[in-house]
């Protein structure tokens, strides 16, 4: 007699479309999908698109829970949106274009062998988008760095972020992150310092009776590559000096320039010193 061959269920994959309103659109980057507190995926969609999602061992695989595989449409919400073809055609017609409205179209696995579906998350920025009249009020600087998990300020890459140094009249050092190919420096350098009169007028010794001008400032924009050590060298302010029963301004560090030595007459102010990066 011949055998005979069943096939045996053992388990099941459950798959579902499924359409997230997030908030209001657009926004500036989406970043992560969550799935379960899980990350599904994650990278940086700053535009309409569609992402692949392939995380199919995210609860355990087959063998457990299953995970999520599939594709997904990013819709930003813009003021021109147009449906694309493939979320339309699941959509009765007619459909709105969803503008206004961060939304995601999900279609593929949510799990295998249980099937409830787990909480959606999404990770994203909104700074420089969605303001009234379209701009945010300084805009270079407005952007909050966002981390992962474990990942320090030093390391921050592909994500706008600033770095602050102040004058403490050493040279200082910063290192290029990860993901960074272009830095913009903006430089304050040190105001210079006022004149001052000899010790032939005790009277009025060490008072300025000329006012230093303010530092001047700089910005732009160098090409840089990931690890490269720069050397940042923040001026400071002049300052005055007494030596040999006389006292005149002198310019900041590091190279603000000296004033003039006059024993009953106004010194020149010393000159602010600069700002640079160098490396």
Not at 133 to 145: I, K, L, N
Not at 176 to 200: L, N, Q
Request: proline share 6%; hydrophobic share 35%.
């Amino acid at each position: 007699m011949g055998g005979s061959s069943k096939r045996v269920t053992v388990g099941f994959r459950y798959y579902m479309t499924l359409h997230f309103a997030a908030c209001y659109g657009p926004v500036d980057r989406f970043l992560r999908f969550l799935v379960g507190d899980r990350v599904a995926w994650n990278g940086s969609i700053e535009s309409n698109g569609a992402i692949d999602v392939n995380a199919p061992q995210l609860f355990g695989g087959d063998e457990r829970e299953g995970g999520i595989v599939g594709s997904m449409r990013v819709l930003m919400g813009g003021s021109a949106q147009t449906l694309p073809d493939v979320v339309a055609a699941r959509l009765p017609s007619p459909s709105p274009a969803f503008r206004g409205v961060l939304s995601f179209f999900y279609r593929g696995q949510i799990s295998a062998n249980n099937p409830y579906v787990k909480p959606f998350a999404f990770t994203l920025t909104r700074v420089l988008q969605g303001w009234h009249g379209g701009t945010a009020w300084y805009p270079e600087t407005a952007p909050v760095p966002i981390f992962a998990e474990g990942q320090s300020a030093s390391t921050l890459a592909s994500f706008q972020s600033n770095t602050h140094f102040s004058y403490t009249g050493t040279n200082q050092e910063w290192t290029v992150p990860e993901g960074v190919t272009e830095v913009t420096i903006k430089a304050w350098g040190g105001g210079g310092h006022g004149g001052v009169r000899g010790t032939s007028r005790p009277a009025i010794v060490g008072t300025p009776n000329t006012y230093g001008g303010g530092g001047g400032f700089s910005r732009a924009t160098f090409a840089v590559t990931p690890g490269q050590v720069l050397t940042i060298r923040v001026g400071g302010g002049g300052r005055k000096i007494v030596a040999g029963g006389l006292e005149w301004s002198a310019g900041g560090w590091p190279s603000g320039g000296q004033g003039g030595i006059r024993d009953n007459g106004a010194a020149a102010g010393g000159g602010g010193a600069d700002s640079r990066v160098v490396g």
